[in-house]
């Protein structure tokens, strides 16, 4: 239990989980402001509480990802896992965290997991496809940014971001066309309007 947590042991287990519940709600509020430290110590309290929670695991290994303390994040990713064995989310952000350490195998063995379990996870092809550019595996990147796009086309974030890898397959015209797609999407994305701007420049 971490300094500054209360000594629950006289709660009722009803009251345990209720406490751990709004800990963790709470947490979640903390995460979306990005205050993460918060969102720690109110998960690591819940999970005194309530340790067979997997939702307390994954949030708490989602601050510690996003706060770059990587070995925390596997402890919680992999706790979540053993309670929630078939959890998406748990197994993406895990392959975040391996790829975060350069531990490009492992993470690939996580998304690939997770995209049996959640074939249309954007955020997890995503992830899978930069994965794969650090692999240099470009052409399977490419391929995993087509599926994202067919998803969904109305993301301009997608659009750039294949446009980003045409660029760096030095396919310039596919990589204009893509950033006028996104423009098309989000007519005021700077981003798109600045590689746009560059490749035609």
């Not at 009251?15 to 990005?34: G, I, K, N, T």
């Not at 720690?40 to 510690?64: F, K, M, Q, V, Y």
């Not at 929630?84 to 790829?99: H, I, K, N």
């Not at 930069?130 to 087509?146: F, N, Q, T, W």
Request: include cysteine; charge should be negative; charged fraction near 30%.
């Amino acid at each position: 239990m971490s300094e500054g947590i209360k000594d629950h042991s006289e709660l009722s287990e009803a009251a345990a989980q209720s406490r751990a519940s709004v800990l963790r709600s709470r947490a979640e509020s903390y995460v979306a402001l990005s205050r993460h430290d918060a969102a720690i110590a109110d998960l690591t309290e819940a999970i005194a509480l309530a340790p067979d929670n997997a939702r307390a695991w994954r949030l708490r290994g989602e601050s510690h990802r996003v706060t770059e303390r990587y070995e925390a994040a596997l402890e919680d990713f992999g706790e979540a896992l053993r309670l929630e064995p078939d959890s998406a989310y748990a197994l993406g952000s895990r392959g975040q965290t391996y790829a975060a350490m350069g531990r490009l195998d492992e993470a690939m063995d996580d998304f690939e997991h997770a995209l049996t379990l959640s074939p249309d996870s954007l955020w997890i092809l995503e992830a899978k496809a930069d994965a794969l550019v650090d692999l240099d595996r470009l052409d399977d990147a490419l391929a995993e940014h087509s599926k994202i796009i067919a998803l969904n086309e109305e993301l301009a974030y997608s659009w750039v971001a294949r446009g980003d890898l045409y660029q760096r397959m030095q396919l310039y015209p596919e990589a204009v066309d893509d950033y006028t797609r996104a423009l098309e999407a989000d007519a005021d994305y700077v981003r798109a309007l600045s590689r746009r701007g560059r490749r035609c420049g």
